[in-house]
């Protein structure tokens, strides 16, 4: 790819992430938005916290297939408990590191 | 003046298990973009303008194989809608917030500065000048390890100090920090299996949108149909 085309590239990437960040944010912070909407947004970071970590608990990447049992799942079970117990999120960092490091050596 | 050294100090304090988990990856993305052929200032200009993990490296495999840009380009739309959700939920949090301050602060979305911010604001002890700062370090984190990649990725050995798990590790406790009632458990559980599913059904990483959106709406209409009933949320 020449230099143009690379800049090009770059620049296209940057406004089609930038404007899904920035848009909803300018606009809603200016506007009432309606109670049922409030309360239904609540819940969209349990949601999407849950929804980003699943897939790298319970599935395997290329070819995606479903796996019980990964050291990213048994790793989870601990940090998860010394999350709920402690409620430190730079514990939880740590344990979890360590649970992983630790579970690659024994698995 | 002080007050605002205390917001940049806090930022900077919730910022680090962000940058710790953001290094490796960085890191690996430099090395695969230093053998797709990109040079340093390239690498480096793509995490200032674009700033999207998941995406550069498809970007990075895409380039490499000889992708078009507008195939390229598309990718990275679809994949970070998903910010699009992240974007509405934060903005109840800036009611009356300059346009000039909240494009800024825009810029440093990630699913990451997106969780912590959004833990932070709903405790109440977070000033928007906090977050902003947690949103520069972690870019600036960023920045660093993609470039430092493309010169001494392949000297650091793979998994070391299970330091891969930093951010899992970190969006479990975040994900407790947000379990604030049976009905937020029950959106949780309900996302995780929409997830798992998407994910092995739906192609790209559109799981994560469909997924969060089929659980909140799920759990919202839990919580309506409890109401009802009489029974507390």
């Not at chain 1, 601990?78 to 698995?107: D, I, N």
């Not at chain 2, 940058?19 to 430099?30: A, E, K, N, Q, T």
């Amino acid at each position: 790819m020449s230099a143009t085309g690379y800049l090009l590239l770059i620049l296209c990437m940057g406004v089609v992430t930038y404007l899904p960040r920035m848009l909803p944010l300018v606009t809603f912070s200016r506007r009432k938005l309606p109670p049922w909407f409030v309360e239904w947004l609540e819940l969209i970071p349990p949601a999407i916290l849950s929804a980003l970590i699943a897939p790298t608990l319970f599935t395997q990447a290329a070819p995606r297939l479903f796996v019980l049992g990964k050291i990213e799942l048994l790793a989870a079970l601990p940090t998860l408990a010394f999350a709920l117990k402690t409620r430190s999120l730079a514990g939880t960092v740590v344990v979890g590191m360590l649970c992983y490091w630790g579970l690659h050596y024994l698995v | 003046m002080a007050q605002t050294f205390d917001c940049v100090k806090e930022g900077m304090k919730a910022a680090w298990p962000i940058c710790l988990g953001y290094f490796p990856i960085g890191l690996s993305l430099g090395v695969l973009a230093q053998k797709g052929g990109l040079l340093p200032w390239q690498v480096g200009l793509m995490s200032i303008v674009v700033y999207a993990g998941g995406s550069q490296f498809i970007a990075v495999a895409m380039i490499g194989s000889g992708a078009s840009i507008p195939a390229i380009v598309t990718t990275t739309f679809m994949v970070n809608l998903r910010h699009m959700l992240m974007s509405s939920a934060l903005a109840v949090h800036f009611p009356g917030v300059s346009r000039r301050f909240l494009a800024l602060f825009a810029y440093g979305l990630t699913d990451e500065s997106f969780a912590v911010n959004m833990v932070r604001f709903n405790r109440g002890d977070w000033e928007r000048q906090s977050a902003l700062t947690l949103n520069q370090a972690t870019n600036f984190t960023w920045f660093v390890s993609t470039v430092a990649g493309v010169y001494v990725g392949q000297f650091i050995p793979s998994g070391a100090l299970g330091i891969d798990y930093a951010l899992t590790g970190m969006f479990i406790c975040l994900l407790v920090f947000q379990l604030r009632g049976p009905v937020f458990v029950a959106t949780a559980l309900m996302a995780a299996f929409c997830s798992v599913v998407a994910y092995l059904w739906l192609p790209g990483n559109a799981y994560v949108i469909v997924a969060s959106t089929v659980a909140a709406t799920a759990g919202f209409m839990l919580k309506r149909s409890l109401r009802h009933r009489g029974g507390r949320p």
